[in-house]
């Protein structure tokens, strides 16, 4: 079992825990900048493990990390909150309808998404602010949990940093502390005890802690979403490294594209013999104006130097193919041409992509309920501020599927054969084309009212069918392939 009390927190042994999670920290904060399109470092550090010195410096003026090939895959293949969830409770509840906007639950998940899928893991604190719950992200790069010895894939404790800014020059920032023993604290960037702000039942200096589950334990505010299912311990570390080697070895490689580009697409001015001014640690171009006296011996030439740009051009396109495939993206889809395909060659492009959500799509139930769990618990845990969560209400979230763009005709014939084969009710089909209507019911009612309508007008307006079959007729013809030649025999 892990400390409880006083003993958890001492200043030594928090200050080890956390030394010794730095390197997987200091991983997801490198996976966190290059997200960021703020890798300029990282490129530096390959190019010194790479280059001498002097080669070093003449390459870092041109890093270039243009092709994010991590930030695209990431935000590729993360699908499952692309469109917005419907989430349900039985009986409805009205407090529950006003978290959903309260919280900006959407907004939330679809980044919780992608830093899973980035970083493995993504925890969100439900917390109380301005009178409101919120739902705080925090990712491994800047928290670490003590994880519960019967069980490794579960936390005892969740510390994570919140930084602050004091001044311009003097930022700051404090670790906060959560443990199952009903203790939360918050200590300086020392270690150093600052706020014991709960603490078990309030025998001692902080307050009662608020947050229990059903059977009286004490609850962490915090949902885990995973990216794979744990196997062992919390954390996973080794999924990911792929994307970012291949984000650094591209971005290294696009670093000696550009350096190559300017030093071997153009003749390179030389001088033998004393110069006066010359640029330094840098390379010349056909407008640099070489001073020199004469002495004996001066020589002034070009030197023509040629590399094969397309054979790096190819190496480049190579990497990013191949880490992208292992990730179900078609190159194609990789590619600035879009090509025009249908919805049925858009869904085959991205089987692989489907695949990956279907795999995902029990874990983020599973992190729903969870979350929705917690977020009761931290509601009820205030009645005075909110209205109150029933215990036996279930929540239900059904996720969208991925929409591929269809020709409309083609869709509107499919959804008139559900129609008429009774796979989908009439009042449905007409909310698809106006969703503002709430109700299957008065979408019906709405349709046969128009239909009547129709009919009404043709039997005042009799060439309105003629033209209408028209209008249709020829909307059919540009739509059919081109006719053959006749048989032979035929009339």
């Known amino acids: 079992m892990v400390m409880t009390g006083r003993d958890m927190v001492e200043r030594s042994y928090l200050r080890v825990k956390w030394e010794a999670d730095e390197d997987r920290m200091s991983e997801a904060a490198s996976k966190m900048d290059i997200y960021s399109d703020d890798y300029e470092d990282i490129i530096d550090e390959a190019l010194t493990d790479l280059f001498v010195k002097e080669n070093r410096e003449r390459l870092r003026v041109h890093i270039n990390q243009s092709q994010n090939v991590l930030k695209r895959v990431v935000n590729k293949i993360s699908t499952i909150y692309k469109e917005g969830p419907q989430r349900q409770v039985k009986p409805r509840n009205a407090r529950f309808d006003q978290l959903a906007g309260e919280t900006k639950i959407d907004v939330k998940m679809r980044k919780v998404n992608r830093y899973a899928n980035l970083l493995n893991e993504c925890l969100v604190k439900v917390g109380i602010r301005g009178g409101k719950i919120v739902y705080d992200i925090i990712t491994p790069n800047i928290c670490m949990v003590i994880q519960n010895e019967e069980d490794p894939t579960k936390a005892d404790a969740v510390i994570y940093l919140v930084a602050y800014v004091d001044s311009r020059t003097k930022p700051d920032f404090y670790y906060h502390y959560w443990s199952v023993d009903g203790d939360y604290y918050v200590f300086d960037k020392e270690f150093r005890l ?207 599927e991925m929409d591929f763009p269809e020709d409309p005709m083609d869709e509107l014939e499919l959804d008139t054969r559900k129609v008429k084969m009774g796979l989908i009710p009439l009042g449905s089909l007409y909310r698809k084309y106006n969703p503002d209507i709430e109700s299957d019911e008065e979408g019906e009612r709405i349709l046969l009212e128009n239909l009547k309508k129709l009919e009404e007008i043709k039997g005042k307006h009799p060439d309105l069918e003629a033209a209408l079959n028209e209008i249709l007729g020829a909307a059919a013809k540009e739509r059919a392939p081109a006719a053959g030649p006749p048989e032979e025999g035929s009339e």
Not at 253 to 262: G, P, R
Not at 273 to 292: E, R
Not at 336 to 344: K, V
């Open 194 to 400: 600052k706020r014991i702000v709960y603490e078990g039942d309030g025998s001692g200096e902080g307050l009662p802690y608020p947050y229990r589950e059903a059977d009286g334990r004490f609850a962490l505010p915090f949902a885990i979403c995973h990216r794979q299912d744990p196997d062992g311990a919390f954390w996973d570390q080794d999924s990911g490294r792929d994307l970012y080697n291949a984000a650094v070895t591209i971005g290294w490689k696009m670093t000696l594209f550009d350096y190559y580009f300017k030093t071997c697409t153009i003749k390179q001015p030389y001088i033998i013999g004393d110069v006066d001014k010359i640029a330094g640690k840098q390379v010349s171009d056909p407008l640099t104006f070489f001073h020199a006296p004469a002495s004996e011996g001066a020589q002034i030439g070009l030197l023509d130097m040629q590399i094969n740009l397309d054979q790096l051009s190819s190496s480049i396109k190579f990497a990013i193919n191949t880490i992208i495939n292992n990730y179900g993206i078609s190159s194609d889809q990789y590619s600035l041409e879009i090509p025009e395909l249908s919805g049925r060659a858009l869904k085959i492009m991205n089987s692989a992509l489907l695949e990956i959500r279907e795999e995902q799509l029990p874990l983020y139930r599973e992190f729903e309920q969870d979350l929705f769990g917690k977020t009761r618990i931290v509601n009820n845990a205030f009645p005075k501020l909110f209205a109150k969560i029933p215990d036996n209400l279930e929540m239900t979230v059904d996720f969208a």
